[in-house]
């Protein structure tokens, strides 16, 4: 299973963005999907997460800014991001927790790059 982040750029404080996160691959069922974001020079941290079931979990610091959801038909994972504020800056990073054959697996996409000014 891969996955394939899209939609970082550059906003300015008070936009929005949306981004998304394809898992390709074939005989997996996916159990939880998510993003991590991971600012310079800071640990990578928990933004948000959907499971199978559609539960939803968000860090504190954007409850009711940022919105995850999914579309099973196509195994994406969105975030959108709204009110952005600098302090959102970051790596944004989707993962993917699934199951193949068996066994439970994790994998991460390749990051993508929000910017926020001010």
């Known amino acids: 299973v891969q996955l394939q982040a899209s939609g970082g750029g550059v906003v300015q404080a008070g936009g929005s963005l949306r981004l998304s996160c394809v898992a390709s691959g074939s005989g997996f069922s996916i159990n939880e999907l998510g993003w991590y974001r991971q600012p310079i020079g800071k640990l990578r941290a928990l933004v948000a997460s959907i499971t199978s079931g559609d539960s939803t979990n968000y860090a504190d610091s954007v409850k009711g800014r940022f919105t995850i959801s999914r579309d099973n038909a196509k195994d994406t994972v969105y975030l959108q991001m709204n009110s952005l504020k600098p302090e959102d800056t970051a790596v944004y990073y989707c993962?993917?927790?699934?199951?193949?054959?068996?066994?439970?697996?994790?994998?991460w996409g390749q990051g993508t790059l929000v910017t926020v000014s001010s």
């Open positions: 993962y993917i927790e699934y199951t193949r054959d068996g066994w439970r697996r994790s994998v």
